[in-house]
């Protein structure tokens, strides 16, 4: 078994991988949606009022997420070889299908 930190020694299609792992603009986004909600409110009653709230900003940013993910069904199909008993293909090959708009 891989550690996902060693991607360089699978051979892989590196780069197409490697463009869906390491997607950091994306990551930021999302941080910065769920500060914005965070932040308006400097205290929550109970952690499960925090969670709901980030849960919804979540849910809300999801809705706003258009981009074609490229190479999906390729990157899946070459990590799935690898990693099959930790990777549910059909419901993310789906995922990818419904996230590109397809």
């Known amino acids: 078994m891989y550690c996902p930190c060693q991607i ?5 299609n590196r780069q197409a991988v490697r463009r869906m792992i ?7 986004g999302y941080h910065r949606q ?6 308006m409110k400097t205290a929550y ?10 849960y ?5 940013a999801a809705k706003k997420w258009t981009v074609p993910l490229r190479n999906w069904t390729d ?7 690898y990693f ?12 990818g299908e419904i996230h590109a708009g397809s």
């Open 8 to 12: 360089d020694s699978l051979p892989l």
């Open 22 to 28: 390491y997607t950091t603009n994306i990551i930021e």
């Open 34 to 39: 769920l500060r914005k909600v965070t932040k």
């Open 45 to 54: 009653p109970s952690d499960e009022a925090l969670r709901k709230i980030i």
């Open 56 to 60: 919804l900003a979540t849910v809300d």
């Open 75 to 81: 990157c899946i199909s070459q990590l799935s070889i």
């Open 84 to 95: 099959e008993d930790r990777l549910d293909v059909p419901s993310l090959i789906y995922l």
